[in-house]
Each structure stands twice: as C-alpha cells, then as structure tokens.
C-alpha cells in the first residue's frame, strides 16, 4: 500500500499538536432507494439494509440521519438545486443554464461547507495544510453547471474537481518530482564546474566558485522544502488507465489511494469525492448492468427489475465507501493515536432523496469515523430539518462556532445535536 512519512516528529521538549481531524464529503447521484436504505429502528440497535450492507463492519462508528431535507428554492430544477445546494445550504442564483422543465438558473450563490471548513483551517498556523483542500471526482466530465458541481469558494465560484488520476498525482507529486530531477541536475552541474575550474585562471576560478556557492546555497533550499513536508509520493500509478464509463472502478481505487496518500502525509484535511454529477448515466456494466443510472432512477416502483439494479447501483457506491473506510482504520494515524478512521469523518450523501419523484426530502445522510467527534453507532431519525442544520454541525465539530450556514433563516435551531 501507500507509504508514508506523515510529517515531522516533535522533539520532548515541543508541545504536542491537538489531533487532526479531517472529513470527507462523498456524493453519488440520483436518488437512493429508500425501502433498502434507512434502518426500521431508531436509536443504537438498528439493523442495516441491502444498501447499507457493505457498511455492516462499521456500523458502531455510522450515523444515518433520516428526515433531513434539503428546503432550498428558488431557480433551477431539482437536480440542479440538489447538487448546487448540497454543500453550500443557499439558493441558486438566477441564470440562463437551462434545467429540467424549462426552469434556468445560474451557480450557487454562496460557498459550500467543505470550502468554508478549508478557509477556516487555513486561518490558523496548528490547521494549515499545503493544499487546504482537495476535490477529486470520478467520471465527472468537462461539462460545467450546476448539475456537475456541488464545491464552491464562493459566490459563483464553483471549484472544478480532478477526476484524472493521472493529474491527481501530478497535483499532490508533481513539485517533489521536479524538486528530485533538479536535483539530478545540479548533481550534473556541481561535477561540470569541478572539472572547468582546473583548467581556468584564478580570475575565472574565483567567478566558478561563486557559482558552486550558489549551487550549494540552491540544494540547501531545496533539502529545506523537502524536510518541511516531509512527505514520500506513492509509487507510480499504473498506465493506461482511460477515462472512460468502464474505467470506473479503476479510477475509483487509484483516487482512493492518492486521497489516502495526501492524508496520510497531511497535505489536506478537507475532500470533497464525487461520483460523476446530478443526472449521472454511468453504465455499470461491471454489475452487469447495461443502462444508464440516471434513466433507470426514473422507473417506477412497480418495475421491481429496475428497483433491483438500483439497490446493486447504491450497494456499488457503499462498498467503495467501506473500502476508504478500511483502509482508514487499518493504518495508524501519522505521529498520533489510534486509526486515521479515529480522526476521519466520512459523509456520504445524494442530490436527491428518491430518484423518480425527484424529491428533495429525506435526503440520504450516512455519517461514519470519529473525525468529529459525533456519537456514533445510531439511526437517528429527525422531523423535516432543514440540511443547513447539519451543515452547521459539520463546521462546530471542526471548532468553526459559525452562526449561521447557507441561508440564515433555515438556521435558527443551530446546528443538528449529533455529539
């Protein structure tokens, strides 16, 4: 797996840094199938359905939140608003992207929590990271609107996620690759000017030994950056993955990997994963199955073949969830206690509640890791909250007290009480 170095060790005589926490908001779109989703039981005791199923190894650090809706309105159709307003809690900003039915809008018009909880880390010395935050996609396309983006530094500024691997590496390796072959070169270079400067005067030998001084003073700096994060790349990733509807699960591993890798050696503390985008029509032939996920979320319930797919489509979803979640726990947090799963919160969610009614209620919350320090190991079920409650939740167990999330007034209540 992954190696790591994680960052530099504090002498005795240092004072510890407080634990790191990190969290990493997951999307999937098109509804979810709720018969096979939520718990029946309330409270600790809970059993897990066929979707959830793959989670059953953590089910004592999982939270489902039923009844959270998402009561943003305004432009744009369900889709647009389901995604737009997933992270950012605030209404669309009126726009000329047309939506489904004839209902335009333009991007959200304000930031998304998992930027909000970047900028607050980044204001502080003991929390800044060297990327703050990382957006990492799968399968989500050049296309740019608001069914494709659910990250935004602000107003109008939706935040493009990485969905090749390939330029994921680049992102995270690429300055410590160029660091290593400038290296190579002075080596190269410092060899040359010792051979010239036996065969040039003292005048000449003098200007060569300010060039060496030079050199030296070069590596030293670059010996500095690499001492300061301390970091080790992973190895090469494999070629010649395309990005292409059958690579899927291919790119899903390789971008799991380098998430792990970046958090391993505390490059970032906030993720955003997103699984293509609202109205996403990946063909999951790997499941065997041939059509598109988005037209199959529109049949109706009685066509229990489509029903059938769809719960082996969100089943998919979870097992990759499970899959971070374990390769979370199995590896020991960097220069601390216990797992990285002990200091990770996942959240995974959807655009929409149930994908043929388009609704917007219910959306599918699952909460997993000890990241935030919630009380896990329950099936919570709420009376129609607003979603910006939660949102709220998220930045407090952060240490971020904000007021208020998205749009004031779906904030009165403060945040959902989750610890």
């Not at 939270?63 to 369900?78: E, F, P, Q, Y």
Request: contains cysteine.
């Amino acid at each position: 797996m992954l190696p790591l170095l994680g960052g530099l060790k504090l002498s005795a005589a240092e004072t510890k840094p407080p634990a790191k926490q990190r969290i990493v908001f997951i999307f999937s779109p098109n509804g979810t199938v709720p018969s096979e989703f939520w718990p029946d039981e309330e409270g600790s005791k809970f059993k897990l359905k066929r979707v959830l199923a793959p989670l059953v190894p953590y089910q004592n650090r999982m939270l489902t939140l039923k009844g959270v809706n998402n009561m943003i309105r305004g432009d744009g159709d369900s889709h647009m608003r389901g995604m737009s307003c997933l992270l950012t809690g605030i209404e669309l900003f009126p726009g000329n992207i047309m939506g489904g039915g004839g209902q335009p809008a333009g991007w959200a018009s304000g930031p998304s929590i998992d930027q909000e909880l970047r900028r607050f880390l980044q204001s502080q010395p003991q929390t800044k990271t060297r990327f703050g935050s990382l957006e990492i996609g799968v399968a989500v396309g050049n296309r740019a609107d608001p069914w494709t983006r659910w990250s935004y530094a602000g107003p109008n500024q939706p935040v493009a996620p990485i969905s090749s691997p390939y330029e994921l590496f680049d992102k995270l390796y690429g300055q410590m690759k160029e660091s290593e072959n400038l290296t190579s070169v002075l080596d190269d270079l410092r060899g040359d000017i010792t051979k010239v400067s036996q065969n040039v005067d003292a005048a000449d030998r003098g200007l060569l030994d300010q060039h060496t001084t030079a050199l030296r003073e070069l590596e030293r700096n670059l010996q500095d950056q690499k001492d300061q994060l301390s970091i080790q790349a992973p190895a090469a990733l494999p070629a010649g993955i395309l990005m292409e509807n059958d690579s899927i699960p291919a790119v899903t591993h390789w971008q799991t990997e380098l998430l792990m890798s970046a958090f391993q050696n505390d490059l970032s503390r906030v993720a955003t994963f997103q699984f293509t985008n609202s109205v996403g029509g990946a063909r999951m032939k790997w499941l065997g199955i041939e059509e598109g996920h988005h037209s199959i979320s529109h049949d109706p319930d009685l066509n229990t073949t489509s029903v059938e797919k769809l719960v082996k489509i969100n089943q998919w979803f979870a097992e990759q969830v499970a899959y971070l979640a374990k390769r979370l726990s199995e590896t020991p947090e960097p220069n601390g206690q216990g797992s990285m799963l002990d200091h990770t919160t996942l959240v995974w969610t959807n655009e929409l509640g149930k994908g043929n009614s388009h609704t917007l209620e219910d959306i599918p919350w699952m909460l997993l890791g000890g990241g935030l320090g919630f009380k896990t190991g329950r099936a919570l079920k709420f009376t129609k909250e607003p979603h910006n409650r939660l949102l709220m939740a998220f930045a407090h167990g952060m240490g971020n007290p904000l007021k208020t999330f998205g749009n004031p007034t779906l904030c009165a209540k403060g945040p959902l009480p989750l610890t």
